[in-house]
């Protein structure tokens, strides 16, 4: 069911998410410091991090991190277990509360997994009197079936707000040979943001493995943002600022988007369909694309040294 509270996606107000920070749910000694990092989202581990013989305690912990994390900048999301297991219900169970922004769904392969999360969060919502429509969906898309469906996992739910594609786990699940330039993955990456695109939400690349080697990973954010990513998923505070500076706004961008503003108005005056700038031509969609640039440095302009989400925002 479409609740009116729920935004058509992504809200317009609200930033892209650059980086969304990884803390095991089994290590609340961390939740602090990684609410406090900088990173745009904190995502507290419920599934790999967590052993099976840790799940209860991690639910534990989770919850009373997010009931203690409700004025952090940070945007506050959750792993679950996917729910192919015995674990998700009780996941959401322990973690729907105030204070709580996101789900993030891993290893979904069908809509109804994703419809199915989406009502019991909803069944919460209303017994613990959280604005209903307010706890959004990220859907993880890491398996073949998961890419392959992805369009209608995002149709089952409005509450489906970002999609963020797990590289690793669809490596393991096609059998793919992972290679330095991530060449194997291109078609799964290119799917999930073609898809995300089309019904408005962002699209988030996932963990470069190698957390180490920050050169690497800003290899491989360059080349995710050129596809179409606002973001990559990370598991380090250190991997942080070379995320973000990748998919911010460059000096460079905002001032090609500038000159073609510019290029824009003369052609409005004149009345041209088509005019150049430094060779290149301009037409409607590099004027669209300027705008887009120039609207997305304005929102970062803004947001600095605020929360990257709030309610105000959720409820745009």
Known sequence: MRLKSIPARWPDTAPPLRSLLFVPGGRPDRFAKALVAGADAVIFDLEDSVPENGKEEARRNVALGIGEARDAA?????????????????????????????????????????AAAARLILRLERKRKIEQGTILLFLLAETAGAVLRVESMIEASARVAL??????????????????????????RSKVV?????????????????????EGLRNEAESAKRLGFSG?????????????RVFSVSEQELEWAKSVLEVAE?????????AGLDGQLVD????????????????????????AWTAAEKKA
Not at 81 to 110: M, Q, S, Y
Not at 232 to 244: D, G, N, S, T
Not at 266 to 274: I, L, N, T
Request: charged share 25%.
């Open 266 to 274: 003369r052609m409005a005056e004149s009345g041209a369909g088509a």
């Open 232 to 244: 990559k998923l990370i598991v380090h505070p250190a991997q942080i600022e070379p995320v973000h």
């Open 284 to 307: 409607t969609p590099v004027i669209a694309r300027a705008q887009r640039i120039a609207v997305a440095a304005e929102r970062e302009g803004r947001q600095r040294g605020k929360s």
């Open 163 to 188: 999609v963020v594609f797990g590289g690793e786990d669809y490596s393991l699940s096609t059998g793919a040979n992972p290679a330095a330039d991530g060449r194997e993955l291109l078609y799964a």
């Open 74 to 114: 940070a945007m506050r999301v959750v792993r679950i277990n996917p729910v192919a297991t015995r674990h998700w219900e009780k996941d959401l169970r322990a973690v729907v509360r105030p204070g709580l922004d996101a789900i993030l769904l891993p290893k979904p392969t069908h809509a109804r997994e994703v």
């Open 194 to 214: 073609a898809a995300a695109a089309a019904y408005g939400c962002p699209a988030v690349d996932g963990v470069y493995m190698r957390y180490g080697d920050l």
